[in-house]
DNA sequence: CAGAATCCCAGAAGATACTG
DNA sequence: CAGTATCTTCTGGGATTCTG
């Protein structure tokens, strides 16, 4: 790698990732998303029962201001949401996989 | 995939991986380790400005407890310490590396 | 040089209740 | 169902000072 790449002093590009990526939920959001293709408010409160319902909300609508995913909303009633990665938010598929397949590997390590 | 990897209820692999660098400047951290092998704790703080010396030194000592980097410390006068990755940490480079690659991306799609 | 200790506060996040 | 509003609590992290 050229030596220019890494200039680190304002700002290296993890950093930029991190902006994007380091809220508290965001990472395992997206985590669900990749593995469902579509999931509603309350499926995605199943899948991460520690997060809560205020949280996810938050970290939902981050993602959404960031182009990362996507809300598309049914009129009916009850209302209907489902919520998918943007083509951005897929860009991220491979850091993320990244995560899981290390989060394996360490939890055969410590069990 | 099969189904039976993707059980998350009670933590997924990705929450895994967020407990050991999901400190606000671990992977940054990890991130000049990988790229200067080894560094001192000064040399550190001039890579990451933004990180005051106490995030800095509590962030490195959550590393070295999760075994991620190791400190040598040279006793001479001024002292002076070196840290580097673990055999462990070093499992991480592809994970911090796509954060590069993806920092890369999105800061030339956002210039 | 490489940290540790102490003080302090904004903001992160929980609990609970309410709503289109 | 899919959130929002409000209040409160607590903790992450800055500023400063001290030390081997």
Redesign the pocket.
Known sequence: MPHHIYNCAEGCPVESTLQIIS??WKSVIIYHLIKEKNC????LQKLMPN?????L?LQ??ELENDQIIA?TIFPTV????S?QLTSLGKTLTPLILEMEKWGNKYNQLHE
């Open positions: 809220g508290k509603r408010f309350n499926e997060c809560s319902r205020r949280m909300s939902l609508k809300k009850p209302p209907k949401t919520y």
